[in-house]
C-alpha cells in the first residue's frame, strides 16, 4: 500500500525534453501536437473514465479556449500569460452553465445534451463574423512572447517551433500532474464510486450531481487550455475546432489508449497521430482506416491498447506461471 | 586566418547535404478542394499546374532541376489547408507552395508561409485583405484577380442597365463573398446614386438549401442582382432558383463575378445554364467572338488535350501560370532560396496566354482582371458561351 | 409584409421540413425502439442519393427513370442497413451506448470514403423528372411541382408509417420492445427480426430521403454530416423517439429557419440551434416526447 509511486509524469516529461535537440523539425511539430491533444484526451477521460460521464461534447470547451486565446492575443494583443489562462477560465464557465443542465440526465441524454451545446457553441462561432471570423475563422494568431527564452542556456539555439514545443510540453506536463493529483485524491475517488454505481453513491448520501459538475466544470477547463495551445500551434482558429467530429476523434483516441487507465488518453493520442501521419503517406483514405481501428477496438479490444497490454501480460505471466508449477 | 579556414571548412562540411539534397527536384506544395462543391474549380487549377510542371520538366526543368508538385485536398476548409501546408513544408520538406481555392484558405495558408519564410503563390483567392497592408509580408502573391477589382468591374456593368432602380445582392458568408459585394456597392454608389440596396443574402460557402435565401430575395422584387456564387455553390443556385422563377422576375439581370462563364460551370449546368446574365471568366476558352488572342487559342487546345477532356477548362490557366511565375522566379533569381525568389519575384512581370500580367512590387498582387459578357447560346458551341469576352480590370478594354 | 411573401416563405420552409422529417423519421424511429443515436443515418442518406445517381445513369437520363432509381435507392439502403444491423451493430447491444455511439461514428467514416471511392469526390446532380418539371402559381409565388411533391410525400409517409406503428400487430410489437425488451424477449417474440427489420425501415427512409433531394440540391462528399447535425436537431426538439414529435420538430425547423433567413438574417443558422438549446433545458425529452429513464 505505501509502496512509493512511480513519477510518471516527471520521467515521460523528462523523456520527452530533447525532442527539439535530437529530433528533427518534423519530429517536434509532431510532438507539439501529440503533447497537446493528450491534453485534451486526459482531460475528456476525467469524465469519460474516471466518473463514467459519455460526453460527446467536449470539443465545445476545447474550441471555447482555443477561441478566447485566438481573439485575445490576436483582436486584443493580450499577452500569452494572460490569454492562456483566460481560455481554461472561459471554458470553464460555459462548462458551468452547460454542465448545469447536463448532468440533471444520465446515459444517452447526458451524450446527447452535451452534443447539442456542442452543437451551439459551434453554430455561434460559424455565424458571429465580427467576433469570430465565421465560417473563415481567425488567421495569424501570434505565438506567445518567448524572447525570454534566448537567454536561457541551449533552449535560445532552438527556433520558435522548438521553444513553443517546450513551452506547450511544460504547460500540458503540469496540466497532466495536476488532473492526476485530482483522479487520486478524495474528491476523485468520489467520482469513481459514482462511475460505479450512479445509484449507491448517491444512496450513501453524496451529492452526485454536485460532483459530476464539478468534474465537468475541470474537465472543460482543462480541455479549454489544450484548446488555447491548439490555436497557437495551428496559427489560426477555425470552426472546424469546435465541430462535433472532432468531438469523436478526441473520444477515439482516448478509447484507443483505453479509458481505464490514466496514461490510456496518452497512449491513444501518440498512437492516433503517429498512425495518421505513417498511413496518409500510402493512402488518402484515413477515415475509412480510422473507422476500421475503431470497429477493431469495439469488437476485439474494448479495453483499448493498455488494457490489451494488461490482459496479454497478466496471460504471460499466468503461462509462466504454469511452467514453473509444471 | 587560421581561424577563419576552419570555419569555412566547417561550413562546407555543413552545406554539403545541403548542395547533395539541391540535386533533388524543386518541391512545390499544392493544397487545393479536390473533394466539395468547389473542386469543380480547384481539379482544373491542379490540371493546369501539373501541365506547367510537365512542360517545364520537358524542357529540362529550373536551374537544372525537376519541378515536382505535392498536390492536397484541402477541402476548401481553412484548417484542413493550415495543417496540409504546415505538413508539406515540415514533413515534405517543400520549398514552395501554391495553391488554395477559397478566400477562407488562403490568408490561413499565407501565415503559414510567412512564418517558415516559404513563398506562396494564390491563383484563385480574390478577397483584398490577403495582400492589403495588414497582412501582407513578403513571401504572399497572387496570379488571381481581387474582390476590388471585380466588384468595381461588376458595378460598371450593372451601372449601365437600363430601368434598373433596385438591386439586390447574394454572396457567400466569409471574406470573399463580403469584400466583393462591399467593392460592388462603393463603386455602384459612385456610378449610379440613385440606386437602392434593396436586400442582402448571404447563404454560407457550401450551402446545399438556396430556397429559403431565394424567396426572401424574390419578395422585395429587386430589378437586378449582383451575386458572387461560384463553383458547386452556383450550380446549386442556379437549379433551384430557376423552377422557382428567379431568373424570370428579374428579367435575367443577373451580374455574377465568381467565374460563373467557366466552362467547368457551363458545361455541367449544360441546358440549365440561365441565359442573359452576366459573368465573367479567367480564359472563357469557347470565344464567341473575333478577340481571342492565337497564344490562348494554342494554350487551350493544349489544355483540352492534357485533360482529355474536349475544351479543355477556364481554370487551368490559373494553375498553369502561378507555376510559370514561381518556374520564373527561380531563374531571375538563380536560386530556390525563398527569400530572394520572393526579391525576384516581387515586381516581376509574367507572361500568361492572356498577355503579361506584373505582380505589384506593393503588395505583390497580379491585379489581374477577367473577362466579362452575357452569357448566350449559339449554334456554334455545345454550351452557354460568354457573348463577346470583354477584359475588364476594372474598366473594359478595348480589343 | 405581403401575403404572397408570407406564403413564399412559407412553403420553402415546408419543403425543407418535409424533406427533413424524412430524414430524421427514420433516426427517431431508432431511436426509439434500440436506444441507438445512429450518427450513420446521414451517411446512409448520402449512400442513398449515390446510388439514385448511379441507376439514373444505367438507365439513362432520360425519361422516368428517376422513380425507379429513387425506389431502388431506398431498397439497396434498406439491405445495407440490415446488413449492418445482422452483422455488426447486434453484438453491441448489451454494452454501454458509448459503445454503439462510436460504433454508428465508425460507419460515418467507413461510408464516407467509401463513397469517395466509388463515385468520386466531385459534385453530381440528377435533373428533375420530366413529369414534375415546371410549376404553378400562388399568391405571386412560382411553386415548382417537384417541391410540391415533396411537401406531400413527407406527410404521407409520415401517416403510413404512423398508422403501421399504432394499428399492426408488428407496430405493437415494436412498441413493446422499446417498452421493454425482457418482457418481449419471455413472451417468445423474435426480437432480433424485429431490430433489423427496424432498422431496416430506418434505413430505407434514409435512403429514400437521399434519393429525393437529388434533383434539388448537389451530391457531394460531406452532406452526410450536414444532414445527420439537421436531423439531430429536429429530433431533439420534437423529441427522440416520438414519430409524431419528429413530424412537428421537422415543422418548426423549417419554418424558424425560412423566416430566419427573412426577419433575422444574421441568426438564422443560430436561431434552430438556440431554439433546440431552449427544449433541452425546458423539456430535454423534446416538445412532444415523453420522458423515458
Known amino acids: ?326 | 586566418m587560421r581561424l577563419r579556414h576552419l570555419l569555412a571548412a566547417t561550413a562546407a562540411a555543413l552545406l554539403l547535404p545541403v548542395a547533395a539534397l539541391a540535386k533533388g527536384p524543386i518541391k512545390i506544395g499544392f493544397p487545393i478542394p479536390l473533394s466539395g462543391p468547389t473542386a469543380v474549380y480547384g481539379v482544373p487549377i491542379l490540371k493546369g499546374a501539373e501541365l506547367a510542371v510537365a512542360d517545364i520538366n520537358a524542357h529540362g526543368g529550373v536551374l537544372g532541376r525537376k519541378l515536382k508538385l505535392l498536390p492536397r485536398d484541402s477541402k476548401a476548409n481553412p484548417a484542413e489547408a493550415v495543417r496540409l501546408a504546415r505538413e508539406l513544408i515540415v514533413k515534405n520538406g517543400v520549398q514552395f507552395l501554391a495553391g488554395t481555392l477559397t478566400s477562407a484558405e488562403a490568408p490561413a495558408v499565407s501565415t503559414i508561409a510567412k512564418e517558415n519564410h516559404v513563398v506562396f503563390v494564390a491563383p484563385s483567392a480574390k478577397t483584398y485583405e490577403l495582400t492589403d497592408p495588414q497582412n501582407f509580408h513578403p513571401y504572399i502573391f497572387r496570379t488571381a484577380s481581387n474582390t476590388t477589382i471585380e466588384g468595381q468591374a461588376g458595378a460598371i456593368i450593372v451601372a449601365k442597365w437600363k430601368n434598373v432602380h433596385t438591386v439586390a445582392t447574394i454572396a457567400p458568408d466569409y471574406a470573399y463573398g463580403h469584400d466583393a459585394i462591399a467593392a460592388f456597392v462603393a463603386e455602384l454608389h459612385k456610378l449610379r446614386p440613385d440606386i437602392k440596396i434593396v436586400d442582402q443574402e448571404w447563404p454560407k460557402l457550401g450551402q446545399a438549401n438556396f430556397t429559403p435565401f431565394i424567396t426572401a430575395q424574390m419578395a422585395k422584387h429587386p430589378d437586378a442582382v449582383y451575386c458572387d456564387e461560384f463553383a458547386g455553390d452556383f450550380i446549386s443556385f442556379v437549379k433551384q432558383a430557376a423552377p422557382l422563377g428567379y431568373f424570370k422576375a428579374i428579367h435575367d439581370r443577373l451580374a455574377d463575378g465568381g467565374e460563373a462563364g467557366s466552362i467547368d460551370v457551363t458545361r455541367t449546368l449544360g441546358k440549365a445554364y440561365p441565359l442573359g446574365i452576366w459573368t465573367d471568366a479567367y480564359d472563357p476558352v469557347l470565344w464567341d467572338g473575333p478577340n481571342q488572342p492565337p497564344a490562348d487559342k494554342a494554350f487551350d487546345a493544349k489544355v483540352a488535350k492534357a485533360l482529355k477532356i474536349k475544351y479543355g477548362s477556364s481554370w487551368a490557366i490559373q494553375g498553369y501560370v502561378t507555376i510559370q511565375a514561381i518556374a520564373q522566379g527561380i531563374r531571375k533569381a538563380g536560386t530556390t532560396n525563398d527569400t530572394k525568389v520572393a526579391k525576384a519575384m516581387s515586381g516581376m512581370t509574367y507572361t500568361t496566354p492572356l498577355g503579361p500580367r506584373t505582380f505589384s512590387a506593393v503588395n505583390h498582387d497580379a491585379n489581374a482582371g477577367e473577362y466579362w459578357g452575357k452569357m448566350v447560346r449559339t449554334p456554334k458551341f455545345p454550351y452557354a458561351v460568354i457573348s463577346d469576352p470583354t477584359y475588364y480590370n476594372p474598366e473594359p478594354a478595348g480589343h | 409584409m405581403t401575403a404572397s411573401l408570407l406564403v413564399g416563405q412559407f412553403l420553402s420552409g415546408l419543403t425543407t421540413s418535409m424533406f427533413l422529417f424524412l430524414i430524421a423519421s427514420g433516426l427517431s424511429l431508432v431511436f426509439g425502439v434500440m436506444r441507438v443515436l445512429n450518427f450513420a443515418h446521414g451517411s446512409f442518406y448520402m449512400i442513398g442519393a449515390y446510388l439514385a445517381w448511379q441507376v439514373v445513369t444505367w438507365l439513362h437520363p432520360v425519361g422516368e427513370a428517376f422513380w425507379p432509381a429513387a425506389l431502388a435507392a431506398g431498397l439497396g439502403v434498406a439491405v445495407l442497413g440490415a446488413v449492418v444491423e445482422r452483422l455488426l451493430l447486434r453484438h453491441l447491444y448489451g454494452l454501454d451506448e458509448l459503445y454503439q455511439l462510436l460504433f454508428t461514428y465508425a460507419l460515418v467514416l467507413i461510408l464516407g470514403d467509401a463513397a469517395k471511392y466509388l463515385w468520386g469526390t466531385g459534385q453530381l446532380s440528377v435533373h428533375r423528372p420530366p413529369v414534375l418539371d415546371g410549376g404553378f402559381q400562388l399568391v405571386g409565388n412560382t411553386v415548382p411541382y417537384y417541391n410540391l411533391f415533396i411537401i406531400a410525400v413527407g406527410p404521407a409517409i409520415a401517416i403510413t408509417v404512423g398508422l403501421v406503428l399504432s394499428r399492426t400487430a408488428a407496430g405493437r410489437m415494436l412498441r413493446a420492445a422499446s417498452a421493454d425488451r425482457e418482457m418481449l424477449d419471455a413472451m417468445g417474440a423474435n426480437v432480433g427480426l424485429i431490430y433489423t427489420g427496424m432498422f431496416a425501415v430506418s434505413s430505407f427512409l434514409a435512403g429514400l430521403a437521399g434519393a429525393l433531394i437529388t434533383p434539388m440540391e448537389s451530391i457531394v462528399p460531406g452532406m452526410d454530416v450536414q444532414v445527420i447535425v439537421q436531423a439531430f436537431i429536429v429530433v431533439v426538439i420534437g423529441g427522440l423517439g416520438s414519430f409524431w414529435g419528429t413530424f412537428w420538430g421537422a415543422m418548426i425547423y423549417g419554418q424558424v429557419l425560412s423566416f430566419g433567413i427573412l426577419i433575422l438574417p444574421e441568426f438564422s443558422l443560430f436561431s434552430v440551434f438556440a431554439l433546440m438549446a431552449v427544449v433541452l433545458i425546458v423539456r430535454p425529452w423534446g416538445l412532444f416526447g415523453r420522458p423515458i429513464r
Not at chain 1, 244 to 249: D, G, R, Y
Not at chain 1, 284 to 295: D, K
Open chain 1, 1 to 326: 500500500m505505501s509502496a512509493r509511486r512511480i513519477p510518471w509524469t516527471l520521467l515521460i516529461f523528462l523523456a520527452l525534453l530533447p525532442l527539439p535537440w535530437i529530433g528533427s523539425r518534423y519530429q517536434t511539430f509532431l510532438g507539439t501536437e501529440i503533447a497537446i491533444d493528450a491534453l485534451f484526451a486526459v482531460s475528456l477521460n476525467l469524465l469519460l473514465g474516471t466518473t463514467g460521464l459519455v460526453s460527446f461534447g467536449h470539443v465545445a470547451y476545447f474550441g471555447i479556449g482555443s477561441y478566447v486565446c485566438g481573439i485575445l492575443m490576436k483582436t486584443y494583443g493580450l499577452p500569452f500569460v494572460l490569454a492562456f489562462p483566460a481560455a481554461g477560465l472561459g471554458a470553464a464557465l460555459f462548462a458551468v452553465v452547460f454542465g448545469f443542465f447536463c448532468v440533471r440526465l444520465t446515459k444517452i441524454y447526458f451524450a446527447m445534451l452535451t452534443l447539442a451545446f456542442s452543437q451551439i457553441v459551434w453554430a455561434v462561432c460559424f455565424k458571429w463574423n465580427a467576433v469570430t471570423g465565421g465560417d473563415q475563422g481567425i488567421a495569424d494568431v501570434p505565438f506567445p512572447n518567448m524572447h525570454w527564452m534566448a537567454s536561457l542556456p541551449y533552449v535560445g539555439d532552438l527556433n520558435i517551433n522548438g521553444r513553443f514545443y517546450l513551452l506547450s510540453l511544460v504547460l500540458v506536463a503540469v496540466c497532466i500532474a495536476a488532473i492526476g493529483q485530482i483522479t487520486r485524491s478524495p474528491f476523485g475517488r468520489m467520482l469513481t464510486a459514482i462511475r460505479d454505481n450512479r445509484e449507491r453513491a448517491a444512496f450513501i448520501g453524496l451529492n452526485v450531481r454536485a460532483y459530476e459538475l464539478s468534474v465537468f466544470v475541470v474537465a472543460g477547463g482543462f480541455a479549454g487550455l489544450s484548446g488555447a495551445l491548439y490555436g497557437i500551434f495551428n496559427r489560426g482558429v477555425f470552426p472546424d475546432y469546435v465541430f462535433w467530429p472532432k468531438s469523436a476523434e478526441v473520444m477515439i483516441m482516448t478509447i484507443l489508449g483505453g479509458m481505464n487507465y490514466f496514461w490510456g488518453p496518452t497512449v491513444g493520442a501518440f498512437v492516433l497521430v503517429w498512425l495518421n501521419q505513417e498511413i496518409t503517406n500510402y493512402t488518402q483514405y484515413w477515415p475509412a482506416v480510422l473507422g476500421s481501428i475503431l470497429l477493431i477496438l469495439l469488437f476485439a479490444l474494448p479495453g483499448g491498447i493498455l488494457g490489451g497490454l494488461a490482459r496479454g501480460g497478466a496471460a504471460l505471466r499466468r503461462l509462466l506461471a504454469g511452467r514453473g508449477d509444471a
